[in-house]
């Protein structure tokens, strides 16, 4: 049964599904879609394009599917996606896509804690988590299971690979390759992410091997290009050296170093 605080104010063309809990003060504008069981809480504000997902949770004075702070921006038609299952939490702010992408996409199972960005046209991936203050810019795109320490901002056009960790306090202008822990400023590896890697089933063995990888590319005398020949060599065939080369190959702005 679908509960909608009289004070709510929700356009008549907006779709909502099932067991929906809207609290006083929302606002939702007529081009929205709303899944089952999501729960919205007050003074939230839904925009025009946004799709959201069932069982999510928003808390209060969230901004979702708002115009994106881009001066390029001439009001297209765009939206900003939210995956099932995702809990948004106190004023975070997502914007929908520019013309270049019409989509701001946020995955399943994600959190974003409070005061969170995530700017027009980013892609951010299923199990993230975002965390207090993070400021994603513009084309961003963030991949599986990758978690964002508090304040850190993320520069416009720059990856974040599967399974980091980027620490607090520290932020990204260069791509950050898959499943590895990244710190100080300039932000820089550090190492895997054991702990990450560990909690979700990497064996023993694969950790070595991604290990080995990352020593080629971080840990040698060897240029970046040396690297890659080696890591073709040593691990041919390898899924981890693949995935690596793969995120290295469609790299814009360099790897972190």
């Not at 508090?150 to 620490?167: E, L, N, T, Y």
């Amino acid at each position: 049964m679908t509960d909608i605080h009289p004070t709510a104010i929700i356009d008549p063309k907006a779709k909502l599904g099932e067991n929906i809990k809207i609290a006083p003060y929302v606002v939702i504008e007529g081009d929205v879609e709303i899944g089952d069981n999501t729960n919205i809480g007050p003074h939230t504000c839904i925009y025009d394009g946004a799709r959201i997902g069932s069982n999510v949770t928003i808390f209060q004075s969230a901004s979702i599917s708002n115009v994106p702070q881009d001066l390029k921006y001439a009001g297209e038609e765009s939206h900003c996606v939210v995956g099932d299952n995702t809990t948004i939490h106190e004023f975070v702010t997502l914007h929908r896509g520019t013309v270049e992408t019409r989509l701001t996409s946020i995955g399943k199972n994600c959190l974003l804690m409070a005061y969170a960005h995530v700017a027009h046209d980013c892609r951010v991936g299923d199990n993230v988590i975002l965390a207090n203050c993070v400021q994603l810019g513009g084309h961003v795109t963030v991949d599986d299971y990758t978690i964002i320490g508090g304040c850190s901002p993320v520069h416009q056009f720059c990856k974040v690979g599967k399974h980091v960790m980027i620490a607090g306090h520290y932020r990204a202008v260069q791509d950050v390759p898959p499943y590895i822990l990244a710190g100080h400023e300039p932000l820089r590896y550090e190492g895997l992410n054991l702990v990450g890697l560990r909690r979700r089933g990497f064996t023993n063995d694969e950790i070595m091997r991604i290990k080995g990888i990352y020593a080629l590319i971080y840990q040698s005398n060897l240029n970046l290009t040396q690297a890659k020949e080696q890591i073709n060599q040593k691990f041919a065939g390898d899924k981890y050296a693949i995935e690596i080369l793969d995120f290295i190959a469609n790299s814009t702005r360099g790897l972190i170093r």
